[in-house]
């Protein structure tokens, strides 16, 4: 099944209609502002947010915008003992040579084009270690790493180093979770039993109403994507896949303590389309009925032509919510 991650489409270009919009900024207006303060060529705000998964999102909404790695340079020379330069730097050059490979599968990849990639990434491991040694506190650069490190296919022992660094200084950062079950899925060298058991106790070690649960729809959404055919629908509807999303569903994004601020929206969408995936219509409805009609990108965008909005109405609509 062919994927569309990062394959230069204008995500942002589809308007949500009959009550329905597409997230933008997490819908926080200080995001906003430091986005817009980035187009701009400015570094500002960041640093009024704390070193948490409120930062991360907020990052990682910097480092998408083009033009940060021109300027970034002279804030860091403007402020040479700040490891907040540093890290906007690392993670723009992570994302800016994610841009060059594209989210093609590696054989589609041209050599020219992985060896941009390459040389970016090692330039933002550069940077985010520096700042990792300034502020060692920091969950943010090593979550970031997680992702440079999987570009440079650092292999599994240090990406699981990584991700131990992470977790000390966060156990529950959601943006280290997502990003070390890319790791150990199948297509960057894991395997789809690997990556479940992650997502699974990650879940059951967090306590209930966490984000984390988004990892087990995630997972199966993961496994999704890898089959073919008839095989896709088969494997959702499986008796053992619906009752795994339940089960996460039922700690995580339907739990009365279920946590609020970054992520949570995502959260809800990844449960909606797994649960709609999956024929399971009662829970895709409360699924759905969560979001409030917000629609994040991901995981959406892997479906319908990558229009998010249109594949969230669709399937919203196959489950009668």
Not at 148 to 165: K, T, Y
Request: with cysteine; net charge neutral.
């Amino acid at each position: 099944m062919a994927l569309l991650r990062g394959a230069g489409l204008s995500l942002r270009r589809w308007v949500g209609r009959a009550g329905v919009r597409l997230e933008k900024d997490f819908g926080d207006p200080a995001v906003t502002r430091v986005r817009e303060a980035a187009e701009a060529g400015v570094r500002d705000g960041l640093a009024a947010r704390p070193e948490s998964a409120d930062r991360a999102g907020m990052l990682g909404t910097v480092s998408e915008v083009a033009g940060v790695e021109e300027w970034i340079h002279r804030a860091i020379a403007a402020e040479p003992d700040s490891a907040l330069p540093l890290l906007v730097a690392g993670a723009r050059y992570v994302a800016w040579g994610w841009e060059a490979r594209t989210g093609a599968r590696a054989q589609q990849v041209s050599r020219a084009q992985f060896e941009v990639f390459h040389e970016r990434l090692r330039r933002a491991e550069t940077f985010l270690y520096e700042a990792a040694e300034r502020e060692p506190d920091w969950v943010t650069p090593w979550q970031v790493l997680l992702t440079s490190g999987r570009g440079l296919e650092v292999g599994p022992v240090i990406a699981q180093r990584r991700f131990e660094a992470a977790v000390r200084r966060d156990p529950f950062h959601l943006r280290s979770h997502q990003q070390h079950l890319q790791q150990v899925c199948r297509k960057w060298g894991g395997s789809h039993e690997a990556m479940h058991a992650f997502a699974r106790a990650s879940m059951l070690k967090a306590p209930e109403g966490s984000l984390l649960g988004q990892l087990v729809a995630l997972a199966h959404i993961e496994h999704w994507l890898d089959l073919d055919g008839e095989a896709c629908a088969r494997y959702m509807r499986g008796f053992d896949v619906v009752g795994s999303l339940r089960e996460a569903a039922d700690r995580s994004v339907l739990h009365a303590d279920f946590e609020q601020g970054y992520g949570r929206v995502q959260v809800c969408n990844s449960f909606a389309m797994a649960f709609a995936l999956a024929g399971d219509k009662e829970y895709a409805r409360r699924c759905f009925d969560a979001t409030g009609g917000v629609v994040s990108e991901f995981p959406w965008y892997y479906i319908n032509g990558g229009n998010p909005v249109g594949a969230y109405r669709n399937y919203r609509s196959s489950v009668g919510a």
